[in-house]
């Protein structure tokens, strides 16, 4: 499984940004995909999950602000991320797993990451 992030940048506090991965290869083997973040000097983070059945899980510094959603079809996972803060700068890893999304130890598969930077 192949994991490219795309869409991160520079965006200052209260924005939005839409931040997507692409994925290919062997997908029938994944149960769920999702974003993990890693700001500087900090452990890798779980943001959101979105399993094969479309259910979600987000962390609840994010609860309410980031949105994340997947195009089976064009095999294509994102996050909407409104009402940005600058605690959430981090580097947004995309992620896919046959099993556990956490934790970041037990994930099967890693994105290299796509930067966000929120300024004030």
């Known amino acids: 499984v192949q994991l490219v992030e795309s869409g991160g940048g520079l965006v200052k506090v209260g924005g939005s940004l839409r931040i997507s991965c692409a994925a290919s290869?062997?997908?029938?083997?994944?149960?769920?995909m999702g974003w993990y973040r890693q700001a500087p000097g900090r452990e890798r983070d779980l943001v959101a999950v979105?399993?094969?059945?479309?259910?979600?899980y987000y962390a609840d510094l994010v609860k309410g602000r980031f949105t994340i959603s997947r195009d089976n079809l064009k095999n294509m996972l994102y996050l909407q991320m409104n009402s940005l803060k600058p605690e959430d700068t981090a580097m947004y890893y995309c992620?896919?797993?046959?099993?556990?999304?956490?934790?970041?130890?037990?994930?099967?598969?890693w994105g290299q990451g796509t930067r966000v930077t929120v300024s004030s």
């Open positions: 290869g062997s997908l029938f083997s994944i149960n769920a």
């Open positions: 992620v896919a797993a046959r099993g556990p999304m956490a934790p970041a130890s037990l994930v099967s598969y």
């Open positions: 979105i399993n094969n059945g479309g259910v979600t």
